[in-house]
């Protein structure tokens, strides 16, 4: 099935600093979701994104809806040992009984 | 936040028995359910759509007699893997779609192992 390219696939970072991780598609999305992964969990739903531009925040988190919708990006600022895991990004359109086509994945590992 | 559970959350079994996996939203109401497989290292690949009330909805390439699915009640949905093969080794996930803000939940996931 269709995927999202997702970059970069890992990383590996020290403490405190910040990350960003981006997606892009060939096609529009009229929403782009952030997931987070833990081992042998489901993901959880960081941000959502609805509009075109649109640039919001979750804490430490970032998350901007690219203006050709057809790409976000997922910032991660001042980088704790628990924000290791799997972000994944998807992206959403009205309709198509609201399935999800996911990136691959990018794995954040973090040294305290 | 709405809640969905899965049921087993790990599961070992013989080559050639089948198994199943419950999936439930605990305080709201799903008339659509996603199930996915996911691979070691690898996103999450949508199987089918559950639909309440009636069959589901299979993605090209998966074998819907190979894949059972479900959809009894507007809570519950179940996915029966037939005839298990070690190459079915996977982690199971499911998830559920708020009726209210339409968002999507999903469980803590179902691994299994076949021997």
């Known amino acids: 099935g269709q995927q999202l390219n997702q970059s970069p696939q890992s990383m590996f970072i020290q403490e405190g600093e910040d990350v960003s991780m981006n997606c892009t598609s060939s096609?529009?999305?009229?929403?782009w979701l952030w997931y987070k992964q833990d081992p042998g969990e489901g993901p959880v739903l960081l941000i959502a994104?609805?509009?075109a531009g649109e640039l919001t925040s979750n804490g430490r988190l970032t998350a901007q809806f690219g203006i050709t919708r057809k790409d976000s990006f997922l910032n991660i600022s001042a980088s704790i040992p628990s924000d290791v895991g799997i972000y994944f990004c998807a992206g959403q359109n009205a309709g198509n009984n609201r399935k999800l086509i996911w990136g691959l994945g990018t794995s954040l590992a973090v040294n305290p | 936040g709405a809640v969905v559970s899965q049921h087993p959350s790990w599961v070992i079994c013989k080559s050639g028995t089948s198994v199943k996996i419950e999936c439930r939203s605990l305080d709201f109401q799903a008339t659509t359910m996603f199930w996915y497989r996911q691979f070691p290292k690898q996103s999450l690949m949508l199987m089918a759509t559950s639909n309440e009330g009636s069959k589901a909805t299979y993605e090209q390439g998966v074998e819907k007699d190979k894949f059972l699915i479900n959809h009894a009640s507007l809570t519950l949905s179940t996915l029966t893997v037939t005839s298990a093969h070690p190459e079915d080794s996977s982690f199971y996930i499911c998830?559920?779609?708020?009726?209210?803000?339409?968002?999507?939940?999903f469980g803590e996931g179902s691994r299994l192992t076949v021997l």
């Open positions: 096609s529009i999305f009229n929403t």
């Open positions: 994104l609805y509009k």
């Open positions: 998830s559920a779609p708020s009726h209210s803000t339409g968002e999507l939940f």
